[in-house]
């Protein structure tokens, strides 16, 4: 397996594996590697060549405030899951290789922009996130040039931000979902879930077990949907949580009729000080 640091070396790469006529599947990551990643890169090894995965911890999405000083970095650690797992190269840029000449870790640079799906629900709770997200995502397409990329299906918004950037802008990339990746308590794999205490892991299943609960009362033909979300809202706040959102929407992020047959439910809750997120999708 590579470990790959600059762009010209991975376009060199990717031209060479061109070459003699191989595909292209890719895995975007920042890092501190779970098993819902490796099995990103399991369903990309089944479908082309060569696998190639980045890690890179991108400043550009993460809002004044947040995480990104304390975020996990364990490229080591990390490097050698994907060596046993099967992945080709690791492509893992530096700050500056991929925001050159920016003076505010790529603020300053050109960004894509995704309207109205990027500031609803998570983009309202977290103002520009998406546009780091697909601008971040927009270069390493450009600088890996994958046939098909792999996303988790746990960020359902963020999938959907990418799905439509890469229609709106003729991406030539296939992009495919993979199911949520869960603990044996239903926990969804989370990078973020390193900050919990065992305690508090345990605790945190309880944001599946609501959606699985609010599920059970649509398919009971519940279609108050108002009311479901209050429910939820106010069950996971006795829980000890602090609610961010809990919203049931159609697929495609919209308010949901009374006719949808296929709707998301979406949550994001803090517990302590670290936030948590989780989706169901139902089919009715």
Request: glycine residues 6%.
């Amino acid at each position: 397996m590579q470990i790959i640091h600059t762009i010209s070396e991975i376009r060199q790469q990717v031209v060479t594996y061109r070459q003699k006529g191989k595909s292209i599947g890719f895995v975007p990551t920042m890092g501190n590697l779970h098993q819902g990643h490796l099995e990103l890169v399991k369903m990309a090894l089944s479908k082309t060549d060569i696998v190639i995965c980045s890690i890179f911890v991108n400043p550009l999405q993460f809002s004044e405030g947040e995480d990104f000083e304390q975020y996990p970095r364990t490229l080591d650690r990390d490097t050698e899951k994907l060596k046993q797992t099967g992945c080709h190269i690791v492509f893992a840029p530096a700050v500056d290789e991929m925001y050159p000449q920016s003076t505010v870790d790529g603020r300053d640079q050109s960004q894509i922009i995704v309207p109205d799906i990027s500031d609803i629900y998570e983009g309202a709770s977290r103002p520009g996130h998406f546009t780091g997200v697909a601008t971040i995502v927009a270069k390493l397409f450009n600088m890996v040039q994958p046939d098909t990329a792999v996303f988790g299906s746990k960020d359902y918004q963020q999938l959907q931000v990418i799905k439509r950037f890469v229609q709106d802008l003729c991406f030539p990339v296939e992009i495919i979902s993979h199911p949520i990746v869960r603990e044996t308590n239903g926990l969804a794999m989370s990078s973020r879930n390193s900050y919990l205490s065992s305690a508090q892991k345990q605790q945190a299943a309880a944001i599946y077990e609501t959606l699985n609960n609010i599920e059970g009362q649509i398919h009971n033909g519940i279609k108050d949907y108002s009311a479901l979300q209050r429910w939820a809202e106010e069950h996971l706040n006795h829980l000890g949580f602090r609610i961010d959102y809990v919203v049931i929407c159609d697929a495609d992020l919209n308010k949901p009729e009374m006719q949808s047959k296929q709707l998301v439910i979406l949550a994001a809750a803090y517990l302590g000080n670290t936030r948590l997120i989780d989706n169901l999708q139902i089919t009715i």
